[in-house]
């Protein structure tokens, strides 16, 4: 057995049709596209999603998503973060003079990361339920 002698099996393959190749052919003259019209126009055709004129579906239905302004003001700082600082008060301009958080940051909010072995107090920072127990198991406080 050879390449040459490859072939695909009897019928699997149906010949492609050959288009405007005159009337005994079946498909002369308009080559199946029909008289006039935008379909009938060689590179033409309605793009993708359009439908007549009618308001297409990706327009008609609401967009989603939502980006809070808020967020632009907010910061999130983990439990083993604040580990890391050596003041037992904990508030928001140590945290922007350590760099945890952004320059623009308003609210800090204190998540579950890590642990917590030194009793802490907290201001101006508002912590998750989990990290609220972390710190109080600790022996800190939040004010």
Known sequence: ??????????GSRRL????????????????GRGHKGQKSRSGSGA????????????RRLP????????SR????VRLDQIEGLESELVDLALLKAAGL???RARRVKL?????????????????????RAVVEAAGG???
């Not at 057995?1 to 009897?10: C, E, F, G, V």
């Not at 003001?73 to 999130?76: A, V």
């Not at 998540?111 to 990290?131: E, H, M, N, S």
């Open 1 to 10: 057995m050879h390449l040459n002698d490859l072939h695909p099996a009897p």
């Open 16 to 31: 492609r049709r050959r288009v405007g190749r005159g009337i005994a052919a079946g498909r002369g003259k308009t080559c």
């Open 47 to 58: 793009g993708a999603g359009y439908e007549g004129g009618q308001m297409p579906l990706q």
């Open 63 to 70: 967009k989603f998503g939502f980006t809070s302004r808020r």
């Open 73 to 76: 003001f907010s910061d999130e």
């Open 101 to 103: 958080v952004g320059k």
């Open 111 to 131: 998540i579950v990361g890590g642990g917590l072995t030194r009793a802490v107090v907290l201001r101006d920072v508002i912590p998750t339920r989990g990290a």
């Open 141 to 143: 406080r939040v004010e």
